[in-house]
């Protein structure tokens, strides 16, 4: 049996802004902070050893990582960054005020633009330029459906996380909401038409107990993981 960890950063300041946020770099606040560091003392007090974290090109992330390996005296084993493992892109949405899309837009579009699989929000003119993603020959998106972060994401857990598990060693994530739905709606083989009631809450680790064709066995979620 293996185990891997998935978990959402801490809140951003645009989670408590109420802002469409994507690949937009924003710090953690006071809150996001402590939650990082009480998810890291749970996986503490767990005694889960990692071999390998996992994480985004995105400050909330990478933050929340740094506090969660500190906490658990894990800060030696190797970290990778990955782009694939960045936040939904919200294209034109990016910036915006939740609550004024909501209103200006109505509750079935915004749902549909945040929750839906397949739905493509309104797209950007034209790609950010991001010296960080230029450098290895990405090309930020215009916007992004969940499916399409998705897709983006497969290869990463295919290449980099999956062949890790079967070798028995035991996996960090830390990564953003949509694209740990994305990740849970795979390992859990959630419907298209399911995943919209899927929510994964900041700063509450997700314990998956799987087998040696990485099936679960076992799931537990914040305080359960010691269990």
Known sequence: MVELVVLRHG?????????FTGWSDVSLTKQGIQQAHEAGQLLAKSGIQFTHCHTSMLKRAITTTHIVLAEINQLFIPETKSWRLNERHYGALRGQKKQAVKQRVGETQFRTWRRSFKTVPPL????DEDPRYAALGVTEPRGE???????????YWEDQIAPRLLNGDNQLVVAHGSTLRAL???????SDADID???????????????????????TVGKDILK
Do not use: F, H, T
């Open 197 to 219: 009631q899927l929510e994964v809450p900041n700063g509450e680790p997700i314990r998956y107990q799987l087998d040696d064709r990485l099936r679960i066995v076992a799931k």
């Open 11 to 19: 809140e951003s300041e645009a989670n408590r802004d109420g802002i």
């Open 124 to 127: 950007l003119d034209q790609p």
């Open 145 to 155: 459906s969940l499916e399409m972060a998705y897709n983006r994401l497969m290869p």
């Open 184 to 190: 849970i709606k795979y390992l859990e083989r959630i």
